[in-house]
């Protein structure tokens, strides 16, 4: 479920490319489509966490499935740019609902970083899938395997707990590892995940129109997303083993510093070589950062409340970083620009983090040494 949840997130490089070559939407507009569905994933996760618990989740599941089914219909009916933008406002807020349950869920189960570490692995297949099979397809195509893939979990939606906790679980035991975390602490954690996800939107949604407005072949720009994409399985293996050695807070800071490094290089001109390296690098640390943000928050949530809100974090800055990339394109600053704009974005989500561990290794150093 989390995985159909993200996918516009994941295939934001090929649809971005899609709306401007099959619908002929400029630049700037690409920027305002991916931030409003990426918007609505936000608010569809803020939705979903004042809901997931006091309501059937599996209820959720079935309202939210209901509205990307009718979003991204109607998205093949109607291609003009201010419908377009409007609708896929509506296809993020039912992803995000979808996405902020099966988030809930994961976080709720007996060992969630595990739970997450399965899912981010699980997420580097999926990610180099669509790398592959979306550009082949029609912008109805890409639409209809969206509808699809929600469709096709309906059949194991028993599977879902209807509640967050069991009668026979006594809630004490289920809401931390750690029970006297100060209740900013996962709120730190939400603004870190907000701005490192500016950077990620803006770079994810503007990497391939950026390498090819720079002269790059676009076949091998192709091939680039495919197999970075799969690279993002490294990064699973090397935080998990960096984490149980190192812990959660150190190798977080260093990865974030190296983004924003790989991010803020493409500033000084893309060419054939620094983009391999910047892709590379940027899949394999974007999920090495997941790995450990999510891990922290189920380090600190039991309950499914923040865990929730995860998405929301996440689409937030997936809005704010296409729309602030958008803004920097339209007023002919031109890419560099956004690169620069992706890089301090990441460096302000490492200064979060810093001032939180500076933090937690006074008052808790348990928690700050966390795997």
Request: overall charge neutral; proline content about 4%; charged content about 10%.
């Amino acid at each position: 479920m989390t995985l159909v949840g993200y996918a516009v997130l994941v295939g934001v490089p090929v649809i971005s490319t899609a709306w401007v070559e099959l619908l002929g939407f400029t630049e700037e507009q690409v920027g305002r489509v991916a931030g409003a569905d990426l918007g609505g994933l936000s608010l569809g996760a803020v939705i979903a966490s004042l809901l997931v618990a006091r309501m059937n989740r599996r209820l959720l599941v079935l309202i939210s499935v209901a509205i990307v089914i009718i979003s991204n219909g109607l998205c093949m009916v109607f291609v003009d740019y201010d419908t377009v933008l409007w609708l896929r406002v509506g296809a993020g807020v039912g992803s995000g609902i979808y996405t902020a349950v099966a988030v809930a869920t994961l976080g709720g189960s007996s060992n969630p970083a595990r739970a997450f570490n399965l899912m981010l692995f699980a997420f580097a297949f999926s990610q180099a899938l669509e790398m592959q099979v979306l550009p082949m397809l029609s912008m109805n195509g890409i639409y209809l395997a969206f509808i699809g893939c929600y469709v096709v979990g309906l059949p194991f939606l028993h599977w879902v707990p209807a509640r967050p906790l069991s009668p026979k679980e006594p809630a004490e035991e289920a809401e931390s590892r750690f029970p006297n975390v100060p209740n900013y602490i996962p709120w730190l954690v939400l603004a870190a995940i907000f701005f490192t996800y500016i950077n990620i939107g803006s770079y994810w949604t503007y990497i391939e129109l950026a390498a090819l407005d720079a002269g790059i072949n676009d076949q091998y720009v192709g091939r680039l997303l495919v197999w970075t994409s799969l690279f993002s399985l490294v990064g699973c293996a090397v935080a998990t083993v960096i984490s149980n050695r190192f812990g959660l807070a150190r190798p977080l800071l260093i990865a974030l510093f190296s983004m924003a490094m790989v991010v803020g290089m493409l500033s000084f001109g893309i060419t054939d070589m620094n983009i391999l390296v910047s892709m590379f690098s940027f899949n394999l640390l974007w999920i090495f950062v997941d790995v450990y943000q999510m891990a922290t928050v189920a380090n600190v949530d039991r309950t499914g409340a923040f865990a929730s809100l995860m998405p929301g974090a996440q689409g937030l800055g997936q809005i704010v970083g296409p729309n602030l990339a958008a803004s920097i394109i339209g007023a002919g600053m031109g890419y560099s620009k956004v690169f620069i704009m992706c890089s301090s974005a990441a460096l302000i989500g490492l200064v979060i983090y810093a001032v939180m561990y500076i933090r937690l290794r006074k008052t808790i150093p348990a928690l700050a040494r966390a795997t």
